[in-house]
């Protein structure tokens, strides 16, 4: 199996004050057991904007951790990430909800592990769940 890891498990991950931090550190050693650990790009591209961090810290980080970066996302994962975003803003508009509160990348994220057949392990199982049915969520 192959696990697919959101950007707020590895941001609880490396803030030791973080309330979820514990469990980040369980959950990815749960999940290193079951198989292969990767991020899609958008992920490594939401981490490079956090507080201290650069290309280099990140490229050694998912090195010695053995996180795979998986830089493609074809046009099935961009047509997917569209079409459930779409669904998302028309749910919000119709509960009189603001403008959309997420932004795209959520969607890619969930739309990379959808069509590739992965786990997503996420902090944001609610959001994840209601826009992607299908997708296995942990912490389940």
């Known amino acids: 199996m192959t696990t697919s890891i959101d950007s707020n498990v590895i941001a609880a991950l490396w803030n030791y004050e973080d309330p979820f931090n514990a469990f980040a550190v369980e959950k990815l050693s749960q999940a290193r ?3 292969k650990l990767v991020v899609p790009g958008p992920v490594y591209a939401e981490l490079l904007g956090g507080p201290l961090r650069d290309e280099a810290t ?4 998912f090195a010695e951790t053995g996180i795979a970066i998986d830089w493609t996302l074809g046009e099935e994962i961009w047509r997917e990430a569209g079409r459930v975003y ?3 803003v028309q749910r919000r508009s119709r509960s ?3 403008l959309s509160r997420r932004i ?4 890619l994220i969930g739309a990379h ?3 590739r057949g992965y786990t997503l392990l996420t902090f944001d199982q609610r959001l994840y769940a ?3 049915p299908s997708l296995k969520i ?3």
Do not use: E, I
């Open 113 to 115: 592990a959808v069509v």
């Open 104 to 107: 795209l990348t959520d969607f």
């Open 58 to 61: 990140l490229d050694r980080f």
């Open 33 to 35: 057991v079951l198989g």
């Open 96 to 98: 009189g909800g603001q």
């Open 86 to 88: 779409r669904a998302y």
């Open 130 to 132: 209601a826009s992607f």
């Open 138 to 140: 942990l912490p389940d």
